[in-house]
């Protein structure tokens, strides 16, 4: 997998959205950081649980969390609010093994965290597991 171009598609889209939703381009760098700058060390410490591609991936790219205006706030897509953030990323993982015996005996045995939610949905949805 090419990271630095799953890095760079990422943050062309979320600048596309930026601009094309009546916002400056030269205002992008100020509003949407590095998605790790967002989050404490403590939040953070979830991150050896991540394949260091994701990680990577993680590194550099960017989020745009601001508070709701009179627009209703930023989404990267119409249902897609933002990437997870870390206590996000395996919140639902049950969710996907419920109905799986077998693997949750695996799951049990080794301790793997397969699932997460890479995106989230925004509040136009019920649930917010979104990109899995």
Not at 105 to 113: G, M
Request: proline residues 4%; negative net charge; contains cysteine.
């Amino acid at each position: 997998m090419n990271v630095e171009r799953c890095i760079e598609l990422h943050n062309e889209i979320l600048c596309l959205g930026w601009v094309n939703s009546g916002h400056n381009r030269s205002q992008f760098e100020t509003v949407a950081k590095p998605w790790m700058n967002y989050f404490g060390d403590g939040e953070l410490a979830i991150l050896p649980d991540l394949a260091p591609e994701l990680g990577h991936f993680l590194q550099q790219a960017r989020i745009i969390f601001n508070e709701p205006d009179e627009s209703g706030g930023y989404s990267f897509f119409f249902w897609v609010d933002n990437l997870a953030a870390p206590g996000n990323l395996f919140e639902f993982e049950e969710m996907w093994e419920m109905n799986l015996d077998h693997e949750m005996h695996l799951k049990r045995e080794y301790e793997v965290k397969r699932y997460l939610v890479l995106y989230t949905l925004n509040q136009l949805a019920h649930h917010n597991v979104g990109l899995v």
